[in-house]
T-cell receptor
Framework: DAKTTQPNSMESNEEEPVHLPCNHS???????IHWYRQLPSQGPEYVIH???SNVNNRMASLAIAEDRKSSTLILHRATLRDAAVYYC??????????FGQGTELSVKP | DAMVIQNPRYQVTQFGKPVTLSCSQT?????MYWYQQKSSQAPKLLFH???????NEADTPDNFQSRRPNTSFCFLDIRSPGLGDAAMYLC?????????????FGEGSRLTVL
């Protein structure tokens, strides 16, 4: 299964933008890039996904490098409720989601 | 309204006493997954169903079994729980080949083994 690498932890201040990086060194041409997050004591939740183009939704933006070997999840204004573990994936639709260690984001008031 | 419902949310069992965790979904998704998440670790895929086809991960112990009697329900059976099986068990669903491939997770069932 494809593996991604992320920093173990990051810190942000409230109301500031956060850029969470992910390396997709083994991504294949048909894999989508997905991001999920897991808030404390909850199941993971979908954040955003993309294939080649940058994507925006109400939760976040996703910037995908031209070679697709890296992506960045952008939270435009971090809130305390954004404190969570963020996971990125190379996802082949119809396949399995295999979790890496993720990035634990802490947000300071 | 919750779309993936897990019961019970908290389960306490004794060492070696079988336990069953349930997952139901209102999404009519054809794929259902079971993950195990131990404290401070990432979720680990145990197995998944693609419709009625069962797909076991290579390193899932035989102690863990699953049943899917219909599209809406899936069960995780732990035949003889050990102390090392204490964890949060997460159920998720997806529609294979769907537009987004998004997985929907339940809130989890936390298992304590005494």
């Amino acid at each position: 299964d494809a593996k991604t690498t992320q920093p173990n932890s990051m810190e942000s201040n409230e109301e500031e933008p956060v850029h969470l990086p992910c390396n997709h060194s083994t991504i294949s041409g048909t894999d989508y890039i997905h991001w999920y997050r897991q808030l404390p004591s909850q199941g993971p939740e979908y954040v955003i996904h993309g294939l080649t183009s940058n994507v925006n939704n109400r939760m976040a933006s996703l910037a995908i490098a031209e070679d697709r070997k890296s992506s960045t999840l952008i939270l435009h204004r971090a809130t305390l409720r954004d404190a969570a573990v963020y996971y990125c994936f190379d996802y082949n639709q119809g396949g399995k989601l295999i979790f890496g260690q993720g990035t634990e984001l802490s947000v300071k008031p | 309204d919750a779309m993936v419902i897990q019961n019970p949310r908290y389960q306490v069992t004794q060492f070696g006493k079988p336990v069953t965790l349930s997952c139901s979904q209102t999404l009519n998704h054809n794929v259902m997954y079971w993950y195990q998440q131990k404290s401070s670790q990432a979720p680990k895929l145990l197995f998944h169903y693609y419709d009625k086809d069962f797909n076991n991960e290579a390193d899932t112990p035989d102690n863990f079994q699953s049943r899917r009697p219909n599209t809406s329900f899936c069960f995780l059976d732990i035949r003889s729980p050990g102390l090392g099986d204490a964890a949060m068990y997460l159920c998720a669903t997806s529609t294979a080949g769907g537009r987004t491939g998004e997985l929907f997770f339940g809130e989890g069932s936390r298992l304590t083994v005494l």
